[in-house]
């Protein structure tokens, strides 16, 4: 409902943004979450990271990739010789959505639903860094910034272009690769995720 989100100037900043994010309620994930986890980093970032929601370490901290996924995501930027402090990173949901069990907080997957409420916030975002580039890491931020119908798996490791121009690059998430039981597979999802980052290094073609 539109008119629970909180009314934006026309062309917002990002920390006035960030600070109208506080309060939004434009779905029922606000109440059991701590905090609006916001996304981060420069404003003239020319690639923005999209994640699909905080975690448990996120919503305790307010920030983006702070817990296992993001170390994970931070190794695999590493061994690309990439800084993710160079990239802006948000979430395609930007509250924890979770269910408790005991003393434990488990993670869910956000539905479409909370998707919608979500993308005013993230295309404001999208609006203001302009980037040249946004890689959709897994398949919520796939289905944020493309719809429905996005197979991850075939149209991952490839650049893509928007109507706009942006260019898009779809790769597996970091929590993915960390869910995989086995060492094998695990491996060989971390290192898919790393040979998809790596077109970062090149030119954004
Ligand atoms: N997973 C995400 O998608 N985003 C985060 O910020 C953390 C974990």
């Known amino acids: 409902r539109p008119d629970e989100v909180p009314r934006l100037q026309d062309t917002p900043d990002l920390p006035s943004l960030r600070d109208a994010a506080r309060g939004c309620r434009a779905c029922p994930l606000w109440e059991?979450?701590?905090?609006?986890?916001?996304?981060?980093?420069p404003v003239d970032a020319r690639v923005l990271l999209l994640g699909e929601q905080?975690?448990?370490?996120e919503d305790l901290t307010g920030r983006p990739f702070s817990g296992p996924a993001g170390r994970l995501l931070d190794r695999a930027l590493a061994e690309?010789?990439?800084d993710r402090n160079t990239f802006y990173l948000t979430n395609a949901v930007k509250h924890f959505r979770f269910e408790r069990r005991g003393k434990r907080r488990l993670h869910r997957n956000p539905e479409a639903m909370?998707?919608?409420a979500c993308r005013p916030w993230l295309a404001r975002e999208i609006e203001a860094v302009r980037p040249e580039a946004?890689?959709?890491l897994g398949a919520t931020a796939a289905m944020a910034l493309l719809g429905r119908g996005?197979?991850?798996?075939?149209e991952r490791g490839r650049w893509r272009e928007l109507h706009d121009g942006t260019r898009a690059?779809?790769?597996?998430?970091?929590?993915w690769v960390l869910r995989q039981q086995d060492g094998a597979a695990r491996e060989?999802?971390?290192?898919a995720l790393v040979a998809d980052l790596a077109l970062l290094r090149g030119p954004v073609d």
């Open 188 to 191: 060989a999802a971390y290192a």
């Open 80 to 82: 690309l010789g990439l």
């Open 134 to 136: 946004i890689v959709c």
């Open 114 to 116: 909370h998707v919608e």
């Open 54 to 57: 905080p975690g448990d370490t």
């Open 32 to 41: 059991p979450a701590t905090q609006t986890v916001f996304g981060e980093g």
């Open 169 to 175: 690059l779809l790769t597996v998430h970091p929590a």
């Open 150 to 154: 996005v197979r991850l798996m075939e």
